[in-house]
């Protein structure tokens, strides 16, 4: 069902059903959950240019990104169904009993198993891909978890039309009634009553800080805690390391203009701070990224509440002591463009404001000039978890400094060499997660196959009556996946 609510009268109700629907849809076979997941990508792709429409009027976003985002949430959901079939993913283990040894070894097996019902946190900057059917719902589904939706209210009709979609593949694969329900309200109370409902195991959040932290507060204060996986944001460093910046400092400007604004800023990776020692190149970096900006094109923000938040915070930057405006949007903005700039500040100033250091969500971009690598490690080692870390270098500028690149290691959930940050694959290897304050938890990610383990424990069975094990730890190993047997990796 899809609720709309401004009270949390029914949150209840809506949690029970979802507890009520656990037992039913974790016992579906994988094949049943992969074919149960394809269908929901191939009835998003049926909704056609409706949906698209919809989502432009809604989010402002240009019709070839959201195109790009429909293909993405489908995909995603696609490779969960793949995860699900091949099956591996619960890390089966084994460990025959050993009656003869002193002590005895009983017979042990583990493997990952659903938590429960899960609540999803639509958000705001991608209103497809890490929204109702974003990549929360589909790695949770795929665990065998059952989802309760709390829609963005940034784009609450393309909420509805992906849910629609959603009841349509229930239907169409004969899945309990609220394997998932949809919520929408502004209220909250609504927010808080879904985190601390009993019923709720487990919850997935893409926003700011304060909104992540605001959910975690809900869950401790529950009798029985339960995980967020809060995904709050990230100034993203980027390092030029002299060699590669003496011999492209143009170049470097160019694309690094291009990615800060790319999608008006709106991306958790955005590159915002820019990191790099004193020198010609840097000047020449400089004047090129400080010409470069003005001259970009401007869209509207995602609503208006993101841009007076981004005006706000980009008039607290600018106006602090020894910061300098290198460049900004020249043409005169109206109604909700931002104002895109870049500006500069030298090491030790930047070293000596914490205000400095936090992020700003939109098309801003802050490069400070360090007096040395001395100072440069000094700034990486004071900087808070970060989502990525960026180095554009040469080979021998890697070898050269092989300290920063470990602090970047210690700094960040994924270390780039030569590329923008903004561009998230999905697939087995992403990393969409760091140290807090980017997340909650460093050791999982948002985007990728791994996104699943977020939404499972691990479950011990010792000794345990073998037609009553799980399929996937009985000796026969009837679906035939990859165990630790005894200490082997086998089918």
Known sequence: MNYKLSTTIMTDQIMQQAAAAFPVYRSQSAEAKANFLESIAAQIEALGDALIQTAMAESHLPEARLLGERGRTANQLRLFA????????????????IPDRIPARPDLRKMLSPLGPVVVFGASNFPLAFSTAGGDTASALAAGCTVVIKGH??????SALVFSAI???????????HTVQHVEGTDFALGKALVQHPATKAVGFTGSFVGGMALVDYARERKQPIPVFAEMGSVNPVVLLPELLATQPEALAKQLAASFTLGMGQFCTKPGLILAQDSEALDNFLKTIGHEVPG????????????????KKLHEAVVQPGLGVLGKTEKETTGIEPTATVALVDGDTFLANPLLHEEIFGPYALVVKCQSKAQLAQILEQLEGQ????????????LANVDLVELGQALAGRVIFNGVPTGVEVVASMQHGGPYPAT????????????????????????????????????????????LVDGSFTK
């Open 82 to 97: 793949g995860l699900v079939r091949e099956g591996s993913w619960v890390e089966a283990v084994i460990d025959s009993a």
């Open 153 to 158: 209210p940034g784009h609450p009709k393309t």
């Open 167 to 177: 009841q349509s593949a229930i239907q169409l694969c004969g899945m309990p009634e």
């Open 296 to 311: 970009l094109p401007t869209m509207p923000m995602l609503h208006a509440g993101i841009h007076a938040a981004y005006e």
């Open 387 to 398: 989502l990525t870390l960026t180095f554009m270098a040469t080979e021998a500028d890697a």
């Open 440 to 483: 909650t938890d460093s050791r999982f990610t948002s985007v990728g196959s791994d996104g699943i383990k977020r939404w499972a424990r691990p479950i011990c069975f010792q000794n345990y009556p073998a037609p009553l094990l799980p399929l996937e730890l009985q000796n026969e190993n009837p679906l035939g996946i990859w165990r």
